[in-house]
Nanobody, 122 residues
Framework: QVQLVESGGGLVQPGGSLTLSCAASGFTFSNYAMSWVRQTPGKGLEWVSDINSGGGSTYYADSVKGRFTISRDNAKNTLYLQMNSLKPEDTAVYHC???????????????WGQGTQVTVSS
């Protein structure tokens, strides 16, 4: 069955960095676009970033553009999110999500991971 397992979250000071990972299994990872979506009690779900199946096309929310970098290693079936210059408003549970297609489109995901908590605080 499809599994998406995030890791790498934690507590970091403002201005710090973290790298999140999402280990995928149960499907042909290299065939599908993937995304990061974050969730907070106040804002609900917020799309963060997409990457197409081959990794050549990436997209970012304005709130993270220039600070976050999405990437993937199809040989390792792993999705990454490098987060730099973190701000308190980046505090959230970060989920990876699988798109049913190889290209980035409607952002209607068919599988989600359980998420990893990122807390940005001094």
């Amino acid at each position: 069955q499809v599994q998406l397992v995030e890791s790498g979250g934690g507590l970091v000071q403002p201005g710090g960095s973290l790298t999140l990972s999402c280990a995928a299994s149960g499907f042909t990872f290299s065939n599908y676009a993937m995304s990061w979506v974050r969730q907070t009690p106040g804002k609900g779900l917020e799309w963060v970033s997409d990457i197409n199946s081959g990794g050549g096309s990436t997209y970012y929310a304005d709130s993270v553009k220039g600070r976050f970098t999405i990437s993937r290693d199809n040989a390792k079936n792993t999705l990454y999110l490098q987060m730099n210059s973190l701000k308190p408003e980046d505090t959230a549970v970060y989920h990876c999500a699988k798109d049913p297609n190889g290209w980035v489109g409607a952002r209607e995901y068919d599988y989600w991971g359980q998420g990893t908590q990122v807390t940005v605080s001094s």
